[in-house]
């Protein structure tokens, strides 16, 4: 069994072992999930919750296993989402061979109390991102990683005038396209009012429940919240970004619902700006075009 981290940084090791520890799922409002496999995990434990806390301020869905089998079950099941895993050293070593090939694992932290015992064997492969004996390094290890995450599940498509223009073009658009043009005619005509701010907020305070930094933000969301900021709380990396972006890169009704106010909002800011540009280029020699490499492409095509 690895050696315990010191005292001052947070423990891997817990001391009380359980044989199961399952940690409820909730919706789905990123685009990742991380798996934390320990034998000895004991929520009971104080060090464990507090490394628990931590995880959560960057992961908010998180299972956690005391078996190697219940952490391959868990990739398994993933299956829209990115998955990072944190395991014990000693676990590790016979679980990273086994999960390494999984496509949807993004990467594999260890967390142990010994990194010069670990740092040999874990060279050989490459999903193996580091050796950490503390969690604050494997937190900022994590946010690097959500981050990259969240950038690389934005693409970006475009359909000229001409192609618009072409009824053989439009009739090969992909059915989710045809959908979202439709969910969008029907989610800006909607009347909102301070209630569904009131709604939203309660939805994401259920979701992110366990983490303190989120929660925080989504206090400022429901006290600062107006339309004519919409597109700077959406490039805000927080959860109106990972919210949104997941939710219309799986089409999920609920949460685009929950949301419809902030869309349309978005919506509303974009028309102005491109109403703005317009203006501005008959002024112009040249025109530059308004930015937008972080709207996913699902979120332009549902505004246009």
């Known amino acids: 069994m690895d050696p315990k981290p010191s005292k001052s940084s947070v423990k891997s090791s817990y001391g009380a072992t359980a044989s199961y520890v399952r940690q409820p799922r909730q919706r789905m409002t990123q685009n990742y999930l991380l798996v934390w496999v320990d034998a000895n995990i004991d929520q009971a434990d104080k060090d464990c919750q507090d490394t628990l806390d931590q995880l959560k301020n960057v992961v908010n869905d998180i299972n956690l296993c005391t078996e190697s089998e219940q952490c391959i079950q868990a990739l398994n099941k993933a299956d829209k989402e990115q998955v990072f895993v944190i395991t014990s050293g000693s676990l590790g070593q016979h679980l990273v061979p086994e999960i390494h090939g999984i496509p949807q694992l993004d990467a594999i932290y260890i967390f142990c109390g010994n990194k010069s015992r670990h740092e040999g064997w874990t060279q050989n492969w490459t999903k193996v991102k580091g050796v950490h004996t503390n969690i604050k390094d494997i937190c900022q290890a994590l946010q690097l990683a959500v981050k990259q995450c969240d950038q690389d599940t934005i693409a970006i498509s475009f359909l000229s005038v001409n192609e618009m223009a072409s009824t053989d073009n439009l009739n090969q658009l992909e059915p989710t396209f045809m959908y979202t043009q439709l969910f969008k005619e029907i989610l800006v005509d909607i009347r909102y009012d301070r209630t569904a701010i009131k709604d939203l907020v309660s939805y ?10 989120e929660l925080q933000v989504i206090n400022e969301f429901e006290r600062d919240y107006r339309p004519e900021k919409a597109i700077w709380w959406y490039t805000r990396e927080c959860f109106t970004y990972k919210m949104l972006n997941q939710a219309l890169r799986i089409m999920n009704a609920d949460i685009i619902i929950n949301m419809g106010f902030f869309l349309r909002d978005v919506h509303q800011q974009i028309q ?33």
């Open 204 to 213: 994401c305070r259920e979701d992110f429940s366990g983490n303190s930094i």
């Open 272 to 304: 102005q700006l491109h109403e703005q540009q317009v203006v501005s280029c008959r002024l112009t020699i040249s025109c530059p075009p308004v930015e937008i490499k972080k709207y996913p492409s699902v979120l332009l095509e549902m505004l246009q």
